[in-house]
């Protein structure tokens, strides 16, 4: 059983930047992922990186948002930079190990649900940007 937990999350300013951490208890996972849920509930996946180090983002994160993996610790982390206030929201790691999790990653379109292909969900930090 993947569990993973997630840290980093707090309040800062627009235009200010937070790092999120996320430690898995299971060495070989395939496909890790971020994705956040609004205030209003809304969910969007933002970030996913493949095993073999593919990479996607959501338009409304690219350029301030970088995703990276320490798999010798097996900690992913998520870099946010230029914060907004439409940022704000609940921020949730997610991974698995099964090969076609990664579709996240390969196919456009299927990154934004990213929560609907990756089964094991972190409890989630939040982040909240002020304007």
């Known amino acids: 059983q993947v569990q993973l937990v997630e840290s980093g999350g707090g309040s800062v300013q627009a235009g200010e930047s937070l790092r999120l951490s996320c430690a898995a208890t299971?060495?070989?996972?395939?496909?890790m992922g971020w994705f956040r849920q609004a205030p209003d509930n809304t969910r969007e996946g933002i970030t996913a990186?493949?095993?073999?180090?593919?990479?996607a983002y959501a338009d409304s994160v690219k350029g301030r948002f970088s995703i990276s993996r320490d798999t010798t610790k097996n900690i992913l982390y998520l870099q946010m930079n230029s914060l907004k206030p439409e940022d704000t929201g609940m921020y949730y790691c997610?991974?698995?190990?099964?090969?076609?999790?990664?579709?996240?990653?390969?196919?456009?379109?299927?990154?934004?649900?990213?929560?609907?292909?990756?089964?094991?969900w972190g409890q989630g930090t939040q982040v909240t940007v002020s304007s």
């Open positions: 997610a991974a698995d190990e099964r090969p076609g999790a990664c579709i996240v990653v390969a196919i456009p379109g299927k990154l934004k649900e990213l929560y609907n292909y990756l089964e094991h």
């Open positions: 299971v060495r070989r996972v395939g496909c």
């Open positions: 990186i493949a095993s073999d180090g593919s990479i």
